[in-house]
């Protein structure tokens, strides 16, 4: 096993925090690349959200790009993005009493702003679609679960019952697998039916997708054919041209490693990473840049 890519957090030249990230790249089901330990196995969280959305995009052909975007999207709660969910919601046809992600800390108290509501509203779509009941559209028995189930074993080209499962933050069933199967999955995802309108309405719609500064929206805007999705406890998934796909996680769940992270890794891959992620400033409240983040050389 090869040392994991390590990202420090340095002010006036002292480094105050270390994190270790792993990464592994595929392609045409081989590993390319590989930074630390390419079989650690984690929860795919809101890395998940293209693979679950696929269901919607196969039952579905009246979503707009903007609609599958909002349903893959871990949003900010910018008037744009919870204009998006509204429209899917109207869409579905559904209300926004029916979404089951409950409230977040920190936000408005209505469900519309959970950053997980456009998945919920994309799996309402779904059950109206199929004509499945709405009620408990969350839970691990429900046809809307058990369908992305489905299309995480068939991404990642396993046995539905080699999937472990736990309940997400947002009450939805996630899946974990190694780091390599959720590359091989990534790489993947353009050639699944309705994968490739997925990635597009993706790539259509980056600031629909996440907060502005996150690097899977980075990563969308100034890389072009990418597509991004990052997940909880510092997971982030993408796959780019030519059938690549990977998978990066930090340790120690901290989501601010990505952006240097990904520099080293995609440098690794003789890939010229974005401008901005090599280092990364760290600014206090005055907004005066006091610091940086940046991989370890």
């Not at 089901?29 to 693979?51: N, Q």
């Not at 309705?194 to 629909?208: I, N």
């Not at 059938?243 to 995609?266: Q, V, Y």
Request: aromatic share 4%; hydrophobic share 45%.
């Amino acid at each position: 096993m090869s040392e994991p890519i390590v990202v420090e957090v340095r002010r006036n030249g002292i480094v105050e925090a270390t994190h270790q990230v792993h990464a592994v790249a595929v392609r045409d089901g081989a590993v390319v690349a590989e930074a630390g330990d390419g079989a650690l196995t984690c929860f795919m969280r809101s890395s998940s959200k293209p693979l679950q959305a696929l269901p919607l995009a196969r039952a579905r052909d009246d979503l707009t790009d903007a609609d599958l975007a909002i349903a893959c999207a871990s949003h900010a709660a910018l008037p744009a993005q919870i204009d998006a969910v509204r429209a899917l919601l109207a869409k579905a046809p559904a209300e926004e009493d029916d979404l089951e992600c409950g409230l977040q800390e920190g936000r408005p108290r209505e469900r519309i702003f959970h950053n997980c509501s456009g998945k919920h509203a994309g799996m309402l779509a779904l059950c109206r679609a199929q004509g499945w009941p709405t009620e408990g559209y969350r839970l691990p028995a429900h046809p809307v679960q058990l369908g992305c189930r489905a299309v995480h074993a068939e991404a990642a080209e396993v046995g539905e019952d080699e999937l472990p499962t736990a309940t997400d933050g947002c009450g939805v069933v996630t899946f974990a697998l190694p780091l390599e199967r959720m590359a091989h999955a990534f790489s993947r995802l353009e050639r699944l039916p309705a994968g490739a309108r997925v990635a597009d309405a993706m790539r259509a719609h980056p600031d629909l997708v996440g907060s502005p500064d996150g690097a899977d929206v980075l990563l969308m805007q100034r890389l072009p054919g990418w597509v991004a999705k990052g997940g909880a406890e510092g997971l982030l998934c993408a796959a780019g041209p030519g059938g690549l796909g990977l998978a990066i996680k930090s340790e120690d769940g901290a989501s601010r490693a990505h952006r240097p992270a990904l520099a080293a890794f995609l440098a690794l891959l003789g890939i010229d990473p974005p401008d901005g992620f090599a280092v990364v400033p760290v600014s206090n409240s005055r907004g005066e840049t006091v610091g940086e983040i940046g991989f370890s050389s």
